[in-house]
T-cell receptor, first 114, second 116 residues
């Protein structure tokens, strides 16, 4: 069974700092990995989807990397802003034969202080 | 934003009553999902659908049933609500990319259910 761990569980940084969020998974036979953002009381917003054939995916100040062999992904946020404060979750699918069932980490709660 | 609407957004009900949550999409995506989110457990899949009338169980399906009579609608029913089903319920949609791999997962805004 796939297990997903996100470290740290919470992170507080001053505005402008560059930061890295970590996601590790136990079963490396994945074909993609997705990062989400969740604001309090809201649904999840997709940030980045990395296919297994890619090593990195970028969107604005966000850069996500994927290393299947080590079972790890990182989300890099450059020049953090107070508006980046949210919970960030990563999710990986099971093996291809198990269908579209994602396993989610419990998230990293990020606070960016002005 | 993906066109996903959940209703109701908030509901308070009593133990033993049936409850139905509705998810409506305007994206014509093939796959639809129901998740619940609870502190300490994260997001867990209840049921999902891979087409009209085609559904399957997720990891926490006991006490829940689903139906999908049209591509755009996916209903989640709690046949007899219990306090343990107090949670935030999220609907999500996705589609398949070329090669059969899954595309991005998009979520609705959630439905907060309280069972007294």
């Amino acid at each position: 069974k796939q297990e997903v761990t996100q470290i740290p569980a919470a992170l507080s940084v001053p505005e402008g700092e560059n930061l890295v969020l970590n996601c590790s998974f136990t079963d490396s036979a994945i074909y993609n990995l997705q990062w989400f953002r969740q604001d309090p009381g809201k649904g999840l917003t997709s940030l980045l989807l990395i296919q297994s054939s890619q090593r990195e995916q970028t969107s604005g100040r966000l850069n996500a990397s994927l290393d299947k062999s080590s079972g790890r992904s990182t989300l890099y946020i450059a020049a953090s802003q107070p508006g980046d404060s949210a919970t960030y979750l990563c999710a990986v699918p099971g093996r291809v034969t198990s269908g579209s069932r994602l396993t989610f980490g419990e998230g990293t709660q990020l606070t960016v202080n002005p | 934003d993906a066109g996903i609407t959940q209703s109701p957004r908030h509901k308070v009900t009593e133990t033993g009553t049936p409850v139905t949550l509705r998810c409506h999409q305007t994206e014509n995506h093939r796959y639809m999902y129901w998740y619940r989110q609870d502190p300490g457990h994260g997001l867990r899949l209840i049921h999902y659908s891979y087409g009209v009338k085609d559904t399957d169980k997720g990891e926490v399906s006991d006490g829940y049933s689903v139906s999908r009579s049209k591509t755009e609608d996916f209903l989640l029913t709690l046949e007899s609500a219990t306090s343990s089903q107090t949670s935030v319920y999220f609907c999500a949609i996705s589609d398949r990319l070329a090669g059969g791999v899954d595309g991005e997962l998009f979520f609705g805004e959630g439905s907060r259910l309280t069972v007294l």
